[in-house]
């Protein structure tokens, strides 16, 4: 049976649904009046051609979003803040913590650290004005970390080298005041230019690149590295730095090349969380580049390194997929692993070209991923980004721009935003924040998506979730509007299954044998089918 409840429903340039089919009269008089002001409400917020808002807005009953799983090693601090939507303030609870730990009730930050390995379950509970909310929660002590894709943003594709700790700060206030640590962003990375280079002119980051006695100097623009991670720290966010396993980065500043053990363990002094490690110029000491043994030597040498360390370190490496990254990567110690060239290598239209042969190119290597390490296809360039120096808004359309987001949920990559999170715009926060499509990302299953039929440019992708239900991705890589189906055979089902628009977070009714849904030109669609 083929059956679609749905109608599309083009009003103000705004795309919309809604479900006609069985609605009476006086129904649709209302459904009349609700268009006329959305259409009203949609110009009055500026929003252009099909900058269609899907997330609905979060209740103001508290919520606990996030992952349902966290892990970190025995014996080394110990770092989550609870993301949770709402009115505030909220105040925080919890049953089960693990000796060591502690929560604060005002700011939900749970932190110390457990000697004993082990699995722990955690009932955590918010409450405010509004009502209350509890949530299961696994700590889970051992020797994995990021046992869900990690959520975070970085400096690179916002500022390339042009950062600060003025800067990074600022932007970590403003993970917190937009509301992104509250559905679960919680990494702060700065990448390529907080150091100095062996030949600038600059006076901010010119040589000496290490004092005497070997220890990396930081650009007068990073002044105080500890006090800035203490400071993201005393927030619950967690702090990345960046370095090349060569003598330098991509930008050219010193790397870490014969100093590995002396810089990684400046780096934990320092009082950092993650390590993002780009093969940079260590390539040029390579006599092949897709050589595994010679690709998995720095990671090695660093991966062994980070794991004597008495922090836990998120390890992410990057050599743009050459060779077989993602057979080795866990095996160094790695929790991500780059499998592509930079994905906003140019925003001159070919944005959409990457991201789309990028995203869809991981089809493959979803063998390779699962909790504690991750295929990475590159930071997600929304909001405004930089191009030639300026910040410029993505250049993506909102269908590309839901793509995008709807891809690396269903591919379960760390979610690390690249835009500027001082000036995020209604649109660009609906999309990076819909707590049911983080869900589909974060799932405790960590199954990467895969595709499970194509027609043409038409895709649909399926990512079993923990509960038995699946999540389905529509996806149109075509240049024009299509309708996209899903047979219930191509997921392994039979007969009548409900199905739920994730993006709108509303059920739609049970379907026998298919689905089918208008997916808009390089648009997609997201659901989960029960
Ligand atoms: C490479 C990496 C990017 C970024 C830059 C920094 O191009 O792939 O992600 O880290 O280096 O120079």
């Given at each position: 049976?083929?059956?679609?409840?749905?109608c599309?429903v083009?009003?103000?340039?705004?795309?919309?649904?809604?479900?006609?089919?069985?609605?009476?009269?006086?129904?649709?008089?209302?459904?009349l009046l609700?268009l006329?002001?959305s259409?009203?409400?949609?110009?009055?917020?500026?929003?252009g051609?099909?900058?269609e808002?899907?997330?609905?807005?979060?209740?103001a009953?508290?919520r606990?979003?996030?992952?349902?799983?966290?892990?970190?090693?025995?014996?080394?601090?110990?770092?989550?803040?609870?993301?949770?939507?709402?009115?505030?303030?909220i105040?925080?609870?919890?049953?089960?913590?693990?000796?060591?730990l502690?929560?604060?009730s005002?700011?939900?930050i749970?932190?110390?650290?457990?000697?004993?390995a082990?699995k722990?379950?955690?009932?955590l509970?918010?409450?405010?004005?509004?009502?209350?909310?509890?949530r299961?929660?696994?700590i889970?002590i051992?020797?994995?970390?990021?046992?869900?894709?990690?959520?975070?943003?970085?400096?690179?594709?916002?500022?390339?080298?042009?950062?600060s700790q003025k800067?990074v700060?600022?932007?970590?206030?403003a993970m917190?005041?937009s509301?992104?640590?509250?559905?679960?962003?919680?990494?702060?990375?700065?990448d390529d230019?907080?150091n100095?280079k062996?030949d600038s002119?600059?006076?901010?980051?010119?040589?000496?690149?290490?004092?005497?006695?070997?220890?990396?100097?930081?650009?007068?623009n990073?002044p105080?590295?500890k006090a800035?991670?203490?400071?993201?720290?005393?927030?619950?966010?967690?702090?990345?730095i960046?370095?090349?396993?060569?003598?330098?980065?991509?930008?050219?500043?010193?790397?870490?090349?014969?100093?590995?053990e002396?810089?990684?363990?400046?780096?934990?002094?320092?009082?950092?969380?993650?390590?993002k490690?780009?093969?940079?110029?260590?390539?040029e000491?390579?006599k092949?580049?897709?050589?595994?043994?010679e690709a998995?030597k720095?990671?090695?040498?660093?991966?062994?390194?980070?794991?004597?360390?008495?922090?836990?370190?998120?390890f992410?490496?990057?050599?743009?997929?050459?060779?077989?990254?993602?057979?080795?990567?866990?095996?160094v110690?790695?929790?991500?692993?780059?499998?592509?060239?930079d994905?906003?290598?140019?925003?001159?239209?070919?944005l959409w070209?990457?991201m789309?042969?990028?995203g869809?190119?991981?089809?493959g290597?979803?063998?390779?991923?699962?909790?504690?390490?991750?295929?990475?296809?590159?930071n997600?360039?929304?909001?405004?980004?930089?191009?030639?120096?300026?910040?410029?808004?993505?250049?993506?359309t909102?269908?590309?721009q839901y793509?995008?987001?709807?891809?690396?949920s269903?591919?379960?990559?760390?979610?690390?935003?690249?835009?500027?999170?001082?000036?995020?715009?209604?649109?660009?926060?609906?999309?990076?924040?819909n707590?049911?499509?983080?869900?589909?990302?974060?799932?405790?299953l960590?199954?990467?998506?895969?595709?499970?039929?194509k027609?043409?440019?038409l895709?649909?992708?399926?990512?079993?979730?923990?509960?038995?239900?699946?999540?389905?991705?529509?996806f149109?890589?075509?240049?024009e509007?299509?309708?996209?189906?899903?047979?219930?055979?191509?997921?392994?089902?039979?007969?009548?299954?409900?199905?739920?628009?994730?993006?709108?977070?509303?059920?739609?009714g049970?379907?026998?044998e298919?689905?089918?849904?208008?997916?808009?030109?390089?648009?997609?669609?997201?659901?989960?089918?029960?």
């Amino acid at each position: 049976m083929h059956r679609q409840l749905e109608c599309d429903v083009k009003s103000g340039g705004r795309l919309m649904r809604a479900s006609t089919s069985f609605l009476g009269a006086s129904q649709n008089l209302v459904l009349l009046l609700f268009l006329l002001f959305s259409m009203t409400a949609a110009f009055a917020q500026g929003i252009g051609a099909d900058k269609e808002i899907r997330t609905p807005p979060p209740p103001a009953m508290p919520r606990i979003n996030g992952p349902g799983i966290y892990g970190a090693h025995p014996g080394h601090p110990f770092l989550y803040r609870i993301p949770a939507t709402g009115a505030k303030p909220i105040k925080f609870s919890a049953k089960g913590l693990p000796k060591g730990l502690m929560l604060n009730s005002e700011t939900g930050i749970i932190s110390g650290s457990v000697k004993s390995a082990g699995k722990y379950v955690v009932q955590l509970h918010a409450s405010n004005a509004r009502g209350k909310a509890g949530r299961s929660f696994r700590i889970v002590i051992g020797d994995s970390l990021a046992l869900t894709p990690p959520m975070g943003w970085s400096t690179w594709y916002m500022a390339y080298t042009n950062i600060s700790q003025k800067m990074v700060l600022a932007q970590a206030d403003a993970m917190i005041s937009s509301g992104l640590a509250d559905h679960g962003y919680s990494y702060v990375n700065i990448d390529d230019g907080w150091n100095r280079k062996p030949d600038s002119k600059d006076a901010s980051i010119d040589p000496p690149t290490r004092d005497a006695q070997g220890n990396m100097l930081t650009s007068s623009n990073f002044p105080d590295l500890k006090a800035m991670t203490g400071e993201l720290h005393g927030k619950g966010l967690k702090t990345g730095i960046y370095t090349s396993p060569g003598p330098r980065t991509c930008g050219g500043y010193q790397g870490t090349y014969q100093h590995e053990e002396q810089d990684a363990r400046q780096f934990a002094a320092w009082g950092f969380d993650f390590l993002k490690y780009d093969l940079c110029s260590y390539a040029e000491l390579m006599k092949d580049r897709h050589n595994n043994d010679e690709a998995k030597k720095p990671y090695q040498l660093m991966g062994s390194i980070l794991a004597k360390l008495d922090r836990d370190f998120v390890f992410n490496l990057c050599e743009y997929g050459w060779g077989d990254v993602s057979q080795w990567a866990r095996e160094v110690g790695g929790n991500f692993w780059r499998t592509t060239d930079d994905v906003g290598a140019g925003l001159d239209g070919s944005l959409w070209k990457s991201m789309d042969a990028y995203g869809f190119g991981e089809a493959g290597l979803e063998k390779y991923a699962g909790p504690g390490g991750w295929n990475d296809p590159d930071n997600i360039l929304l909001g405004k980004i930089i191009w030639k120096d300026k910040l410029v808004p993505t250049p993506l359309t909102p269908n590309e721009q839901y793509t995008w987001m709807t891809l690396w949920s269903v591919l379960d990559a760390p979610l690390v935003f690249g835009g500027d999170m001082t000036q995020l715009d209604d649109f660009t926060l609906n999309v990076l924040t819909n707590d049911e499509v983080i869900a589909v990302n974060q799932d405790v299953l960590g199954k990467q998506g895969v595709p499970v039929s194509k027609s043409g440019k038409l895709e649909v992708w399926l990512k079993p979730l923990e509960d038995g239900s699946k999540a389905v991705g529509l996806f149109n890589r075509g240049d024009e509007d299509s309708d996209v189906t899903v047979k219930w055979s191509d997921l392994s089902l039979q007969g009548e299954h409900k199905v739920r628009d994730v993006w709108r977070q509303k059920d739609l009714g049970a379907f026998k044998e298919d689905f089918h849904s208008k997916v808009g030109a390089h648009g997609a669609e997201l659901l989960r089918v029960w």
